[in-house]
């Protein structure tokens, strides 16, 4: 079947600290993956995407690597910033666009 | 583009009662999905619109069920609320010709009293 497994959180973070958020799967086919991030009291932003293994997407800093002999997808910051304090989700979608999600990882990020 | 817009923004039920949220896609898109995400929880996919057909289903029981109208927008329904319903519940749009691309609605928040 289709699962994903993210870092337990919650993680908390100085400015300008790096950033490893680890995401798992297990997948039937080729899987697309992502990660999208969710601010208090809102929906899901994608924050972004791979869809080939080796795929790197990348976005406001944030990147992560589509690896398929470990079934990982990290996302990682060089240096974050109060601003990226939310909720984490890795995601992974098959055929059809039903999207299975990780619990989360909340992120606070403290001057 | 309104993007996907969800309706009502929260929502308070009793125990038993009924209740109906709304999604409006964004424009062009043809396929509805909606999830359930439970505090503290990652979303959990409830079911998908196509062509006002159920397309796919979740693993949630036949309390709950949808609509999907011409103009694509749809519905969720709820019957015999339990507080376990209570959640966040939202609405994702797509285009059915790709499989990598959702847009996710601020959601509904959902709490049975």
């Known amino acids: 079947g289709n699962s994903v497994t993210q870092m337990e959180g919650p993680v908390t973070l100085s400015e300008e600290a790096f950033l490893t958020i680890n995401c798992t799967y297990t997948a039937t086919g080729y899987p697309s993956l992502f990660w999208y991030v969710q601010y208090p009291g809102e929906g899901l932003q994608l924050l972004l995407k791979?869809?080939?293994?080796?795929d790197k997407g990348s976005n406001k800093g944030f990147e992560a690597t589509y690896r398929k002999e470990t079934t990982s997808f990290h996302l990682e910051k060089g240096s974050v910033q109060v601003s990226d304090s939310a909720v984490y989700f890795c995601a992974l979608a098959n055929t059809g666009n039903q999207f299975y999600f990780g619990t989360g990882t909340s992120l606070t990020v403290i001057p | 583009d309104a993007g996907v817009t969800q309706s009502p923004t929260h929502l308070i039920k009793t125990r038993g009662q009924q209740v109906t949220l709304r999604c409006s896609p964004k424009?062009?898109?043809?396929?509805v999905s909606w999830y359930q995400q439970a505090l503290g929880q990652g979303p959990q996919f409830i079911f998908q619109?196509?062509?006002?057909?159920?397309?796919q289903r979740g693993n949630f029981p036949d309390r709950f069920s949808g609509h999907q109208f011409p103009n694509y927008s749809s519905e969720l329904n709820v019957n015999a609320l339990l507080l376990g319903d209570s959640a966040l519940y939202l609405c994702?749009?797509?285009?059915?010709?790709?499989?990598?691309?959702?847009?996710f609605g601020q959601g509904t928040r959902l709490t049975v009293v």
């Open positions: 424009s062009g898109h043809d396929t």
């Open positions: 791979a869809t080939k293994a080796d």
């Open positions: 994702a749009s797509s285009p059915l010709s790709s499989d990598t691309e959702a847009f």
């Open positions: 619109y196509y062509e006002e057909e159920e397309r």
